[in-house]
């Protein structure tokens, strides 16, 4: 009776254990997801809401990230609006409350860095422009670092008994990480001043870090396809100021920047744009790795 | 922040309050208290810039040794992590918002306007569903020809506080009048999945009941609605919904409501005069795949409801109903977008099955033999839809549907009864083309046998404009 007891006694205390198991992060996107797991590392389990092939402003509010937000101890996201059309679904019908906007379950990336492109005036026929700037803020490393610092206070916050682990890690993470910029700044060196092409206006960071010159968007507006017509116009834009490449990301439809690539005679540069939006972006290393060795090789065949 | 809650408050009980005594309120002075609230905000984020760009500028200065590293390129440096980094249970993190990333407004407003052409080729004054007898004020059928405004409709939504969040959506109707379709207080944190509701809500049952109208695929709500639901649930009362702490979508949904629309209706009564409850379960297959899938039970009870119905040669009668009404709604939904990304392609195939029993006494006739009786009606209805975006902006739909009347016992009143045979049919077709998530421009063509005799041909267009703010869409 007594070993049976002691054994329910066991069962119940394994069965209840919340202090071993591991803090449930769910992420809205891929960079987001990495940049948890490297600061995390065995201390998180990491759920992602989104693929590097799914156009993050156009995600549903299905009923399985609904069931992830739940069981979330911390939700990070881009913030910024980007998920305007479907994260508040999923907080406010999952019943969770540690994960709610104020919360120190809720995690905001884009409230830690600088961001661009603030619009002067909020006007819808601007197309689906963001009130906080553009969002897009993963493409430049700088801020990854600065989200970096920001995620690892928050995980300390969050999950208390393991903050030191957190900031071992962290500081570990910056480590690598600064000298992995100070080696994408030497490479970039001839990306410099180089005019390209945009399809969506989601590369300004990249740009603003490595010094290029967004000269056209090929979306007549931000998130609205471009039709025939206005190729047409892109091109005949170029004539007058020509660009050296045009960008796309792995989401989007390549047939725009195609179309231009070919009748501008210009190198077309599928960016990974997020982790696991190309075979050597495994993690936030390899995605600026393979950013950087598409946008020279494309520098370099001109 | 005070005098905003104020008028905050005022717009909702401005709106609230006539619709209930007043005549329709003019929209200009809603208006006109938006605006003035507007200006109060800009007010306070250009205020708030002021501080920020201080803040940014400081921002700024910190970035300045990562820029400095681009001069030197190949010299590694290392710089120093940041304290709060090293040092562990820092205390909370102090978000570095940079120039408008303010926060969003206290109270988010949205508003849907949206009007349409409609042409029938029968009258829709004698619009009615075979085998359905229903209260001469049911919203059925294709509404006015001609142009018509459609419901247009004022969204206003926040958290109240850390405990509450609240939202009103307050509709304008083509004749003037202005109704409360929606305002309820909502807990933000009960955790373990529970959330409270209290007010005047959509009913959770079925799919597409909860959802507002302007956010429907077709312009009308499917048949079994309109003869079942009274077009769309809804009541004033209290609802718990439970999410399960599974990796597979489980949630419970519990009602209990006055029971003031059709099946039930208004009465003096303590107690509840409706009570729902529906689960749900759902998830993903693959990235391309998604689903949801439930069962619900709604169950109203009414007093002396007026039925329109005719005698056995044919002329029209009212007949009063008393007694309880139990509504099953089994419902399905399945969405395809290749790899999870619905802007390019998307297919959404949808289904829902009502079966429906009253169960009660029926006074026949209460203008004239006013007889009473026993009454029992067992009905059901289902509609099957897809809905497929075959390129970006442009969608085609198909909905089929059919409703089995059954054959309802009058009691000791059958015979004085006329009956209707055979099953109501209606097959619809629509394109619409969306310029943007905010806009969208609908063509509609139906062949509605709901009524004997000839089919109707109904045709509609119809424009949805969504104003203010970006409303997220449930699933
Ligand atoms: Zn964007």
Redesign the pocket.
């Known amino acids: 009776m007594k070993q049976l007891l002691a054994a329910a006694v066991a069962a119940l205390a394994l069965a209840a254990a919340p202090a071993h198991a591991a803090l449930k992060v769910l992420a809205c996107e891929p960079e987001w997801g990495a940049l948890a797991q490297e600061l995390g590392g065995s201390l998180v389990d990491v759920s992602v809401a989104t693929t590097s092939l799914q156009d993050?402003?156009q995600i549903q509010a299905r009923p399985s990230l609904i069931a992830r937000t739940r069981n979330a101890d911390l939700v990070v996201c881009t913030g910024a609006e980007?998920e305007a059309g479907w994260l508040p679904v999923l907080l406010q019908q999952s019943g969770n409350d540690r994960v709610q906007p104020g919360r120190a379950g809720n995690f905001a990336a884009a409230d830690y860095v600088r961001k661009l492109e603030i619009p002067a005036s909020l006007d819808r026929s601007q197309g689906?422009v963001?009130a906080a700037g553009?969002?897009?803020i993963q493409t430049d490393p700088r801020n990854i670092a600065a989200v970096a610092t920001a995620l690892a206070t928050r995980l300390q916050q969050v999950d208390t008994a393991h903050a030191a682990q957190y900031g071992e890690r962290a500081a570990a993470f910056q480590q690598k990480w600064q000298q992995a910029i100070a080696r994408w700044n030497a490479q970039a060196v001839p990306l410099r001043g180089l005019p390209v092409a945009s399809q969506?206006?989601?590369y300004v960071y990249l740009y603003d870090w490595l010094g290029m010159k967004e000269v056209v968007v090929l979306e007549p507006k931000?998130?609205v396809e471009p039709s025939a017509a206005h190729l047409q116009g892109v091109l005949a834009a170029l004539k007058a100021t020509p660009a050296r490449m045009v960008l796309y990301s792995a989401y989007q439809d390549p047939r725009p920047s195609e179309w231009l690539g070919k009748n501008a005679g210009i190198p077309v540069v599928k960016i990974p744009f997020t982790v696991g939006g190309s075979d050597a972006a495994k993690d936030l290393f390899g995605l600026f790795d393979d950013t950087l060795a598409r946008l020279l090789a494309a520098a370099g065949g001109k | 922040m005070e005098s905003t809650w104020r008028r905050a408050g005022l717009v909702l009980c401005l709106a609230a309050g006539s619709a209930a005594a007043q005549p329709a309120p003019d929209t200009q002075s809603l208006r006109r208290e938006l605006d003035a609230m507007r200006a109060e905000y800009e007010q306070r984020i250009r205020a708030l810039e002021e501080r920020l760009r201080a803040a940014e500028q400081a921002a700024q200065s910190q970035q300045a040794p990562a820029q400095s590293q681009q001069a030197a390129p190949g010299a590694v440096v290392v710089p120093a992590v940041p304290a709060a980094v090293a040092v562990p249970a820092v205390p909370a993190p102090s978000p570095t918002p940079t120039a408008r990333a303010s926060p969003p407004p206290l109270l988010e407003a949205s508003l849907i306007l949206s009007g349409q052409y409609t042409h029938t080729s029968r009258d829709p004054a004698d619009y009615r569903i075979r085998g359905f007898p229903l209260p001469p004020t049911a919203e059925i059928g294709p509404g006015t020809r001609g142009f018509s405004l459609a419901e247009s409709e004022l969204g206003l939504t926040a958290n109240i506080d850390p405990w509450f969040r609240g939202f009103a959506a307050i509709a304008f109707t083509p004749d003037n009048q202005v109704s409360v379709e929606e305002a309820y207080v909502q807990t933000t944190s009960l955790g373990q999945g529970l959330t409270l509701k209290a007010g005047r809500f959509f009913s959770s049952v079925g799919y597409l009941n909860a959802q507002h109208a302007h956010t429907w695929d077709f312009v009308d709500a499917p048949l079994a609605y309109q003869a079942m639901l009274g077009r769309q649930f809804g009541d004033d009362g209290v609802q718990l919904a439970w999410l399960a702490p599974t990796d597979q979508f489980f949630e419970i949904r519990a009602e209990l409501g006055r029971g003031r629309s059709f099946p039930g209706t208004d009465t003096n009564r303590n107690g509840a005069g409706m009570a729902a409850v529906s689960a749900h379960s759902g998830g993903d297959i693959g990235d391309s795949h998604s689903w949801r899938a439930g069962l619900s039970f709604l169950r109203a009870r009414a007093d002396n409801q007026d039925l329109a119905a005719f005698d056995s040669v044919g002329n029209p009668i009212t007949n009063a109903f008393t007694g309880n009404t139990r509504v099953w709604v089994a419902d399905a939904v399945w969405k395809w977008a290749p790899n999870g990304n619905p802007s390019r392609q998307n297919f959404k195939l949808q289904a829902e099955y009502l079966y429906s029993t009253r169960d009660g006494s029926v006074v026949v006739d209460t203008t004239g033999l006013a007889s009473p009786g026993n009454f029992r009606a067992s009905q059901s209805g289902w509609y099957l839809q897809g809905l497929y975006q075959f390129m970006p902006r442009w969608r085609v739909g198909l909905r089929t549907e059919r409703l089995n009347p059954g054959v309802p016992d009058y009691g000791a009143n059958a015979g004085l009864v006329g009956l209707d045979s055979g099953n109501p049919t209606k097959q619809t077709l629509m394109l619409d083309w969306s310029p943007s998530e905010f806009s969208r421009w609908r063509l509609q063509a139906a062949q509605d046998r709901a009524r004997p005799g000839d089919p109707d041909w109904q045709w509609t267009v119809q424009y949805q404009m969504s104003l203010g703010a970006h409303g997220a869409h449930s699933y």
Do not use: E, S, T, Y
């Open positions: 993050p402003h980007l689906d963001h553009n969002p897009h969506h206006k989601g931000p998130g």
